[in-house]
């Protein structure tokens, strides 16, 4: 959600997270994403664990993937 505008992530004053503990991602490695990931943990103190699952890019996946074209 945050990946989708990087207006979102330069914002003023900064997101921040102090009560995450936790993180579960399941996500495609794309640059806009792992910027994301870097800025959420940049802005939570608190985090002890982070658990990611990587899956299929998700720029690769066709956005009508039903239609013949």
């Not at 996500?27 to 985090?47: A, C, H």
Request: aromatic residues 10%; negative net charge.
């Amino acid at each position: 959600a945050l990946g989708g505008s990087s207006d979102i992530l330069d914002s003023h004053p900064p997101l921040e997270f102090y009560h995450l503990r936790l993180l579960k991602l399941s996500v495609g490695l794309s640059r806009d994403t792992m910027r994301t990931i870097f800025y959420i943990l940049k802005s939570s103190p608190n985090i002890e664990s982070l658990y990611l699952r990587s899956e299929k890019d998700s720029s690769d996946t066709p956005l009508y993937p039903f239609c013949d074209e």
